[in-house]
Structures are given as C-alpha cells and as structure tokens.
T-cell receptor
Framework: RKEVEQDPGPFNVPEGATVAFNCTYSNSASQSFFWYRQDCRKEPKLLMS???SGNEDGRFTAQLNRASQYISLLIRDSKLSDSATYLCVVNRGTDSWGKFQFGAGTQVVVTP | GAVVSQHPSRVICKSGTSVKIECRSL??????MFWYRQFPKQSLMLMAT?????????EQGVEKDKFLINHASLTLSTLTVTSAHPEDSSFYIC??????????????FGPGTRLTVT
C-alpha cells in the first residue's frame, strides 16, 4: 500500500463549479500535511498547509481527519487557472523530520 | 522571498558521462535541502536529504555512489549523477527548508532539472 494515495482523476470541472477530492495516508504518526499544486513540467508550489481545525484560503478549503487518516481539498468557484495537478504531501513524522511523502497527484481540469 | 534556483534547467548527456546539478537558495539560508526525482505521471520520490556540513542521508534504494551530494554552504547543494544511463533520465527537483524556520515543515522547491541521457 502506498504511503499517500490520491485519486489521479482527471476531475473535469465547469468553470464556477466546486470540486473536492481527498488524499489518504497510512502513517498514523504523520505530523504535517500540505497541498501543493504542480503545473505540467514545473516544480510543485505550496498551495496551503492543512491544520487540524481545518483552514480556508480564499476559494480553497482544506480539512484534516486524523481518525480516518485523510485530508481533503475543496475548490469553490473554479477558475480556468485552477487547472493543475494537486499533490497531497505528508510529513512522515518525528523520526523523519522534514521528510515529505508525496502523493501521485489529482489532476483537475477546469473547462469554460 | 524563499526563492530556490536550479541549474541547469535542462541537460542532455551521453551515457557514461557525469552531470552536476546545482540547487541554490537565493534569499535565505537553508540548513537542509532535499533532492527528489519525478518520472512521468508519477509522484516525486525523495532521493536524499542534504545537510550543510555533513554527509547526505540517502533513501532506501538510492545508490549514494551514483548520486553524489555535496552541501558545501547554507545556500548551495549539488547533485552529481555519475556514469549516467538512459534510465536515469528524469526530472530532478531540489527543495530547501529555511534555516531560521527550523521548526517549520515548509519546503520551497526549485524549478527542476530535466535530465535526458542518450
């Protein structure tokens, strides 16, 4: 089983609609969680950290469910520029401080 | 702030040659840098953790004699792919964690180096 699993998609979303997707992780000792965005053939860019209480940044909302070991990302009022691959990133835990485990990404395609 | 550069952005080399990739933190000091590799349609895979002034820590399955890492200063880490083979062709990305934010897990990524071995 992969440490971090994501639905690869693609999620085809009409402009203005809402899309949400999850990511599951297997290491219960994981400490930190992030969503990164990666455009084709480019480096990942931090979208947002994910906090236990859930957090929102504009049109983006992230949630963490430690009991079920998943995090989620919701995008409201989708824009064409939101088309990208969204990477779920999990810090492995205190014995591997700072080491990131990446999911393979969920592709989102926003259509006009 | 928090800009990481990589050089070169793209390199094509012949099988058997060595290639050096540089990763620099431009506006901050990085105690720790990470090297990743990404094959098409796959996730980033951590290769090694590079700590300034000490030996790199390699992930399981990564040959330390083939992928030489040097972290000579707080702003520069290099990855040398020795005796490159076509199967080493990949997208190599470095990331850096800011020194003063030692308790932060955020990493800033370089733009990546696309290596093609012919």
């Amino acid at each position: 089983r992969k440490e971090v699993e994501q639905d690869p998609g693609p999620f085809n979303v009409p402009e203005g609609a809402t899309v949400a997707f999850n990511c599951t992780y297997s290491n219960s000792a994981s400490q930190s969680f992030f969503w990164y965005r990666q455009d084709c053939r480019k480096e990942p860019k931090l979208l947002m950290s994910v906090y236990s209480s859930g957090n929102e940044d504009g049109r983006f909302t992230a949630q963490l469910n430690r009991a079920s070991q998943y995090i989620s990302l919701l995008i409201r009022d989708s824009k064409l520029s939101d088309s990208a691959t969204y990477l779920c990133v999990v810090n492995r835990g205190t014995d591997s401080w700072g080491k990131f485990q990446f999911g393979a990404g969920t592709q989102v395609v926003v259509t006009p | 702030g928090a800009v990481v550069s990589q050089h070169p952005s793209r390199v094509i080399c012949k099988s058997g040659t060595s290639v050096k990739i540089e990763c620099r933190s431009l506006d901050f000091q990085a105690t720790t840098m990470f090297w990743y590799r990404q094959f098409p349609k796959q996730s980033l895979m951590l290769m090694a953790t590079s700590n300034e002034g000490s030996k790199a820590t390699y992930e399981q399955g990564v040959e330390k004699d083939k992928f030489l890492i040097n972290h000579a200063s707080l702003t520069l880490s290099t990855l040398t792919v020795t005796s490159a083979h076509p199967e080493d062709s990949s997208f190599y990305i470095c990331s850096a964690r800011e020194h003063r934010l030692a308790l932060s897990y955020e990493q800033y990524f370089g733009p990546g180096t696309r290596l093609t071995v012919t």
